[in-house]
């Protein structure tokens, strides 16, 4: 048997689970894999030719009966169970969260195809790996669950700053709704046409399109615009499943993301437009609910926006959940832009974008910064907008991001925007989009 030990930052209990499992199986092989490594573990797989492995976590304990026991269930695994879940006990667990899997059968795993585990740009929270793939695999296989006296798995500690709960909570509908999502064979009509531009964001993107694949209303379009990224961008849209709902273009240059929204624009076939950052995220039933309530709204309603679900990315690229964050129900436009508010999500009538010619690239800073704040002050000025009262957006707060970056730009933008004086608008959508 080959066990994979995971979270193996703490030493004590990392040196723990090695003495117990060369005391109670010497001949078992035993792989470490610090920080949820799942490339490792992927690669390692490769190359393995048992028919069962086992993943414990750092400070797990296994008896001596364990081993008996193990051989007696497996012997009477059914052949469609894709392993063995051993229950941890309320002691050891969240609320409505089991343990992971202990045993997978090695031909379930495979079946899922390369990569078999999904690795860190897939998932926010590498330590969700084991979960995620149980998830995706109940598709095609079950599950076997056991309670055993012979297991002691370590008691979960976490960081103060760590909402362990919450975070749960968040997350695991979206790793379940792909579980269940079967892609479409032909492209419905879309009801709204959601819009990523994209720039040097690889490491977060991926999960940005998942988070929409895995919205509970299907009829939606995603149009990716790649701002001629410089990273990896290109060969993880490679590795996207053949879904005719998302189309993808990239731009030769860098032209920034009032000219990225204007091109998305000028091919979105929906009446609605949702803009999605690259590193933010959707929960599964945002769209279902921005549209139920779009159907409700008067011509004039240009844009429909909600409060959103706020996470701070540390140093190490952990994510600190912050709370729900609530936007101003009756828009005001100067305390708008005094208080600098983001507002999310941003649901826009495509109608009213074209009667506006979209997006500003006149605007200084070429509408690469403070584009949505433009639009919706723009709209404002003749349209109604209207606030959706619950959280509707997983928003990223990033200091590598570029509003951040040129944060102290901001003053003298916001003092040209106060002084215009007619209805600005932008340039048309003019700027084709190449495929």
Same mark, same amino acid.
């Given at each position: 048997?080959?066990?994979?030990?995971?979270?193996?930052?703490?030493?004590?209990?990392?040196?723990?689970?090695?003495?117990?499992?060369?005391?109670?199986?010497?001949?078992?092989?035993?792989?470490?894999?610090?920080?949820?490594?799942?490339?490792?573990?992927?690669?390692?797989?490769?190359?393995?030719?048992?028919?069962?492995?086992?993943?414990?976590?750092?400070?797990?304990?296994?008896?001596?009966?364990?081993?008996?026991?193990?051989?007696?269930?497996?012997?009477?695994?059914?052949?469609?169970?894709?392993?063995?879940?051993?229950?941890?006990?309320?002691?050891?667990?969240?609320?409505?969260?089991?343990?992971?899997?202990?045993?997978?059968?090695?031909?379930?795993?495979?079946?899922?195809?390369?990569?078999?585990?999904?690795?860190?740009?897939?998932?926010?929270?590498?330590?969700?790996?084991?979960?995620?793939?149980?998830?995706?695999?109940?598709?095609?296989?079950?599950?076997?669950?056991?309670?055993?006296?012979?297991?002691?798995?370590?008691?979960?500690?976490?960081?103060?700053?760590?909402?362990?709960?919450?975070?749960?909570?968040?997350?695991?509908?979206?790793?379940?709704?792909?579980?269940?999502?079967?892609?479409?064979?032909?492209?419905?009509?879309?009801?709204?046409?959601?819009?990523?531009?994209?720039?040097?964001?690889?490491?977060?993107?991926?999960?940005?399109?998942?988070?929409?694949?895995?919205?509970?209303?299907?009829?939606?379009?995603?149009?990716?615009?790649?701002?001629?990224?410089?990273?990896?961008?290109?060969?993880?849209?490679?590795?996207?499943?053949?879904?005719?709902?998302?189309?993808?273009?990239?731009?030769?240059?860098?032209?920034?993301?009032?000219?990225? $929204? /204007?091109? %998305?624009?000028?091919? *979105?076939?929906?009446?609605? &437009? =949702?803009?999605? @950052?690259?590193?933010? !995220?959707?929960?599964?039933?945002?769209?279902?609910?921005? $549209? /139920?309530? %779009?159907?409700?709204? *008067?011509?004039?309603?240009? &844009? =429909?926006?909600? @409060?959103?679900?706020? !996470?701070?990315?540390?140093?190490?690229?952990?994510?600190?959940?912050?709370?729900?964050?609530?936007?101003?129900?009756?828009?005001?436009?100067?305390?708008?832009?005094?208080?600098?508010?983001?507002?999310?999500?941003?649901?826009?009538?495509?109608?009213?974008?074209?009667?506006?010619?979209?997006?500003?690239?006149?605007?200084?800073?070429?509408?690469?910064?403070?584009?949505?704040?433009?639009?919706?002050?723009?709209?404002?000025?003749?349209?109604?907008?209207?606030?959706?009262?619950?959280?509707?957006?997983?928003?990223?707060?990033?200091?590598?991001?570029?509003?951040?970056?040129?944060?102290?730009?901001?003053?003298?933008?916001?003092?040209?925007?106060?002084?215009?004086?007619?209805?600005?608008?932008?340039?048309?959508?003019?700027?084709?989009?190449?495929?």
């Amino acid at each position: 048997m080959l066990v994979y030990v995971l979270g193996t930052s703490n030493k004590a209990h990392t040196d723990a689970t090695i003495a117990n499992l060369s005391h109670i199986a010497p001949n078992w092989s035993v792989m470490l894999l610090h920080d949820y490594d799942a490339a490792a573990l992927n690669d390692h797989l490769l190359a393995y030719d048992q028919p069962f492995f086992m993943t414990l976590h750092a400070g797990d304990l296994l008896s001596s009966s364990f081993i008996s026991e193990l051989s007696t269930q497996l012997a009477a695994l059914p052949e469609h169970c894709a392993g063995i879940v051993y229950e941890r006990g309320a002691a050891n667990t969240l609320h409505n969260l089991s343990s992971p899997p202990l045993v997978w059968r090695s031909s379930a795993v495979r079946s899922s195809g390369r990569p078999f585990f999904l690795e860190k740009d897939e998932l926010p929270f590498a330590n969700y790996l084991l979960y995620d793939n149980q998830f995706q695999l109940k598709r095609e296989w079950s599950w076997q669950t056991i309670n055993s006296k012979w297991w002691q798995p370590q008691a979960k500690h976490y960081p103060k700053w760590q909402k362990a709960q919450e975070e749960w909570d968040l997350i695991r509908p979206i790793l379940e709704a792909g579980s269940n999502t079967a892609l479409p064979k032909a492209k419905p009509t879309p009801a709204i046409s959601i819009v990523i531009c994209t720039y040097n964001n690889a490491d977060y993107l991926l999960w940005a399109i998942r988070s929409v694949i895995a919205q509970s209303m299907p009829d939606w379009e995603l149009i990716i615009m790649d701002d001629a990224s410089s990273d990896n961008t290109q060969m993880k849209l490679a590795s996207l499943p053949a879904d005719p709902r998302i189309r993808t273009y990239v731009n030769q240059a860098n032209y920034g993301k009032s000219h990225c $929204l /204007n091109a %998305a624009l000028s091919v *979105a076939e929906a009446p609605w &437009l =949702l803009e999605l @950052d690259a590193d933010d !995220w959707l929960p599964p039933d945002a769209i279902r609910r921005l $549209l /139920n309530t %779009a159907d409700t709204l *008067a011509h004039d309603t240009s &844009l =429909l926006y909600g @409060d959103y679900y706020e !996470w701070t990315e540390g140093a190490r690229k952990q994510l600190i959940f912050g709370g729900i964050r609530k936007t101003p129900a009756e828009f005001n436009a100067e305390a708008f832009l005094a208080g600098a508010l983001p507002i999310a999500p941003r649901c826009y009538r495509v109608e009213t974008l074209h009667s506006i010619h979209g997006w500003m690239v006149n605007a200084p800073y070429e509408g690469r910064l403070y584009e949505d704040f433009e639009i919706i002050i723009r709209l404002s000025h003749a349209h109604r907008l209207k606030h959706l009262p619950e959280p509707l957006y997983h928003r990223r707060v990033r200091q590598s991001s570029i509003t951040h970056q040129h944060s102290e730009k901001y003053a003298g933008w916001m003092k040209w925007m106060k002084e215009q004086t007619v209805l600005l608008r932008g340039d048309g959508g003019d700027t084709q989009p190449l495929t």
